[in-house]
């Protein structure tokens, strides 16, 4: 079984094509993960590959941040349910790319930095669950780990894995090159 087949779909994409190890998705216009902060509108359509995350594990995803459509994005979704969820990774956002998280508990919030010299790297994305609290760090090709979210996760049963939205545009292809899980961090520092 590879490992892309051990994951289930939510929201299926319109195609999805394994090759090499890789997986490219190909999301549907207007599939979003949001809860009604600012925008009034609530979006549980985003394309997300999830299986079980237990405390005191990380799961990392990584993918080529090649994107240019308006909120074009891909990365990490921990769900717990459509109301209590964080989603991590690259978004094109203002003109550029932007290294993004999304905390939701009810209501959602959002946090940018741009790294427009990401384009067209290979981005991972890491989430470390444990002691209540999620930890996410975000790196492109062999980089340094950059903190990018700290945020409280209860011990409701959650589920993790690779996922791809694309609200405003037709078509994106994200093309995934790995999924991997392992023991949560030893620090946050």
């Given at each position: 079984m590879s490992t892309w087949e051990r994951g289930e779909w939510l929201n299926p994409p319109a195609a999805v094509e394994?090759?090499?190890?890789?997986?490219?998705?190909?999301?549907?216009?207007?599939?979003?993960?949001?809860?009604?902060?600012?925008?009034?509108?609530?979006?549980?359509?985003?394309?997300?590959?999830?299986?079980?995350?237990?405390?005191?594990?990380?799961?990392?995803?990584?993918?080529?941040?090649?994107?240019?459509?308006?909120?074009?994005?891909?990365?990490?979704?921990?769900?717990?349910?459509e109301h209590t969820w964080v989603k991590a990774g690259v978004e094109f956002s203002d003109g550029a790319l932007q290294?993004?998280?999304?905390?939701?508990?009810?209501?959602?919030?959002?946090?940018?930095?741009?790294?427009?010299?990401?384009?067209?790297?290979?981005?991972?994305?890491?989430?470390?669950?444990?002691?209540?609290?999620?930890?996410?760090?975000?790196?492109?090709?062999?980089?340094?780990?950059?903190?990018?979210?700290?945020?409280?996760?209860?011990?409701?049963?959650?589920?993790?894995?690779?996922?791809?939205?694309?609200?405003?545009?037709?078509?994106?292809?994200?093309?995934?090159?790995?999924?991997?899980?392992?023991?949560?961090?030893?620090?946050?520092?």
């Amino acid at each position: 079984m590879s490992t892309w087949e051990r994951g289930e779909w939510l929201n299926p994409p319109a195609a999805v094509e394994e090759a090499g190890g890789e997986l490219r998705v190909t999301s549907v216009r207007g599939s979003d993960f949001w809860q009604r902060t600012s925008y009034g509108f609530s979006r549980d359509s985003g394309h997300a590959l999830l299986r079980r995350f237990a405390q005191d594990s990380a799961v990392e995803v990584s993918f080529v941040a090649d994107f240019s459509g308006v909120f074009e994005q891909a990365g990490v979704l921990v769900r717990v349910d459509e109301h209590t969820w964080v989603k991590a990774g690259v978004e094109f956002s203002d003109g550029a790319l932007q290294l993004s998280a999304v905390v939701t508990h009810g209501l959602s919030d959002w946090s940018t930095a741009p790294v427009p010299d990401w384009q067209g790297r290979k981005v991972t994305v890491r989430a470390s669950w444990s002691g209540g609290a999620l930890t996410v760090r975000a790196r492109v090709d062999d980089e340094q780990w950059r903190l990018v979210r700290l945020a409280p996760l209860s011990d409701a049963p959650a589920s993790a894995g690779p996922y791809c939205c694309s609200p405003d545009t037709d078509s994106l292809v994200v093309r995934f090159t790995d999924w991997r899980e392992d023991g949560a961090d030893a620090a946050l520092h």
